[in-house]
């Protein structure tokens, strides 16, 4: 039996429309303006700055990166999907692995492993610390495994997935023990099936963590082969800047280096392959959102 609105629910439902829309609008504008400011001249942006309707759209910003380094962006971008795949399996299992251990009832140290991962949340060894514990005593320096390692499991993606777990019927879980089935198949046949919107949601935080992640290979990465997408384009980016700011070097008094533009053309380039895979898995990860935080 459907109930008819009344006038005033209708009223406030346009509103709700209304506020949606322009929340809407003020998320997807700057990718908008990121955009067009990207196709937009440096001569025009060192005249009238970056607007919404330039008079004159050209390719000059991407034509100056792909020919300064295009050999370089394309092995950066095998660098960065390996790290994002390779990284994010690493971490979803780890986490998964880890929530799993700490959603087990009457599990003897779990309050202890809950309070560990917590306490790293606080407190932390210091980039130094840090940095000689990564390079000297693990080796993690020039390697795929130095942009693995250290993001191995973030701790609010693993209490996210542990208010996941605790979510759940745990009748289920207790006849799978009755029927003989142990942690490993409770996990693998029960819990992770039933779990699939946390998952989804874990992942893509690791993924964006890692796509977008400059900050390892600024640290622990030399070797020009192991270079990400990010990094290479920070790079370039801080190369450009000192060129402009010294226009008396030999090779800014020659060309118009596109300093504003290119970072528009940056933007557009690092966010284009997340943005094309997200509308396929928003569902799930507005679910996982969801249920993770507000289960405990």
């Not at 008079?55 to 999907?81: D, H, M, P, R, W």
Request: net charge positive.
């Amino acid at each position: 039996m459907k109930t008819k609105k009344s006038g005033s629910d209708n009223i406030l439902l346009i509103i709700f429309y209304i506020l949606l829309t322009l929340i809407a609008a003020i998320c997807i504008f700057p990718i908008i303006f990121a955009v067009i400011g990207s196709f937009t001249p440096e001569s025009e942006v060192a005249i009238h700055g970056f607007t919404l309707f330039p008079k004159v759209l050209s390719t000059e910003t991407y034509q100056y990166v792909f020919q300064s380094q295009g050999g370089k962006l394309l092995n950066a971008y095998k660098n960065s999907i390996i790290t994002t795949i390779g990284g994010t399996a690493l971490s979803v299992f780890i986490t998964v692995c880890y929530a799993y251990v700490l959603s087990v009832k009457g599990f003897r140290f779990g309050n202890k492993l809950a309070f560990f991962a917590y306490f790293t949340m606080l407190f932390n060894g210091g980039m130094l610390a840090w940095y000689l514990v990564c390079t000297k005593y693990l080796g993690m320096k020039d390697s795929y495994l130095a942009m693995f390692l250290p993001y191995a499991m973030n701790v609010f993606n693993m209490y996210l997935m542990r208010n996941f777990f605790n979510g759940l019927p745990y009748e289920l879980v207790e006849s799978a023990k009755i029927d003989g089935a142990g942690h490993f198949r409770i996990l693998a046949q029960i819990i992770l099936p039933l779990s699939k919107a946390g998952i989804v949601t874990i992942t893509l935080f690791y993924a964006l963590q890692y796509w977008n992640d400059f900050y390892l290979p600024l640290m622990l990465i030399n070797d020009e082969k192991y270079y990400t997408i990010q990094y290479i384009l920070y790079k370039m980016m801080s190369n450009i800047q000192y060129l402009a700011a010294n226009p008396s070097s030999s090779v800014a008094s020659h060309i118009i280096l596109p300093a504003q533009t290119i970072k528009m053309a940056i933007t557009c380039i690092a966010i284009g392959p997340i943005i094309l895979i997200y509308p396929f898995i928003q569902k799930h990860f507005v679910k996982g959102v969801t249920v993770g935080a507000l289960k405990g």
